[in-house]
Structures are given as C-alpha cells and as structure tokens.
C-alpha cells in the first residue's frame, strides 16, 4: 500500500509539473518570408564612391578586390542567418553580368559609398547604400546605408597588420549589418 501512494504522488508530481511547463512559442512567419524563399546577392559596386588609400599599393589592390571579398562576407552571415533563423531556402550568388529571372527572390544589390585608409592616422572606414528589390516587378521592397569606422593605435603600419586587409573589421562589419538589415526587413 505504501509503494502504492508513493507511485500515485509521484505520477501526480510529474503531471503538475508537466503542466506547468511552458511550451516554447514557435516563431510566427511574416508575409514576407512567404513570398520570397531566394535571395540573390550581387557584388556591390564602387562606381562613385569616395575612395582614399594613401597611394597605399596594397590598400589599392584591396580595394579592387572589395566588391568580391564583400559579397563573401555577407553571403557567409545570410548562410549562418538561414541556419539559425530558417530563412531563404536557396542564396545565389549571381556573377558580374549575369542577370536570370527568379521566381519568389529578392535581390540584393548596392554600392560603395566611401572607403578610406589613412595611414598616420590609424583609421579606416567604409560606407554603402543598399537595397532589397523584389526580383519579379524590380521594385524597392527596402532602402538602407550604412558606416563603419575602426581606429588603431597602432599608427604608421602597412595596412595587412594595421586593418587586416583581408580580413578587415570593417568590411566584415558592414557585411554583417547589410545581413541583418536582410533578415529584419521579412520580419
């Protein structure tokens, strides 16, 4: 009888505490996120864009790269974004000069506003306006730009140990926002 009432308390102890348990909400899927299931990435662009590199060779040759090494970064932030937030079944990198028609895409696409490196001074800093247009109609579903600023203490070094060019705080930073931007936008 004894193990009898401690097996009912127990099984009693369980059910309230099962039914305490709060049940985790699963995330609701905006409008948004229905309509577009691709997201397209074209390289930015530096056509107009304020660009001082001190006669730097290396911040030059960086420079030319910016478009290519950028468009990896954000690609690399949208694929960590789709793991953790289950957006976008499909992020295509689309080529200079390649344009294809996609069905339920948004396009990403923008342009470099300003890049500077400024060697005495230990700053450097870069700048982009970009947009999401909707792939079918080429309509601006959302306009953004940003800035990002990093300061070194370290003055007078070239730009591969300073920044990191490569690697550069920077651009990863800018890319990062150009994502999140993304992803707040089909919320």
């Known amino acids: 009888m004894k193990r009898i009432s401690i097996l009912l308390s127990l099984i009693w ?3 309230a505490f099962c039914l305490s348990c709060k049940t985790i909400p699963v995330r609701e899927v905006s409008e948004l996120e229905k309509r577009y ?3 397209v990435l074209r390289n930015f662009s530096l056509e107009g864009a304020d660009i ?7 911040a030059q ?9 950028f468009t990896g970064f954000v690609e690399k932030h949208l694929r960590q974004g789709r793991r953790m937030r289950g957006l976008f079944d499909n992020i295509v990198v689309e080529e ?3 344009t294809k028609t996609y069905e339920g895409a948004l396009i990403l696409e923008g342009r470099f506003t300003e890049f500077s490196y400024t060697r005495l001074k230990g700053v450097a800093s870069i700048a982009a306006e970009w ?10 579903v959302r306009a953004f730009n940003g800035r990002r600023i990093v300061s070194s203490p370290l003055t007078g070094k070239t730009p591969g140990r300073c920044q990191g060019f490569g690697s ?4 990863k930073n800018l890319a990062g926002d150009v994502a999140l931007s993304v992803w707040e936008s089909l919320r």
Do not use: H
């Not at 550069?168 to 651009?171: A, K, L, Y």
């Open 13 to 15: 102890t369980l059910l």
């Open 37 to 39: 299931t691709t997201i």
């Open 52 to 58: 001082q590199t001190g006669g730097i060779a290396k």
């Open 61 to 69: 040759a960086y420079v030319e790269k910016l478009p290519e090494y």
């Open 96 to 98: 200079p000069g390649e």
């Open 131 to 140: 947009e999401l247009k909707d792939a079918k109609t080429n309509t601006v």
């Open 168 to 171: 550069d705080p920077c651009v």
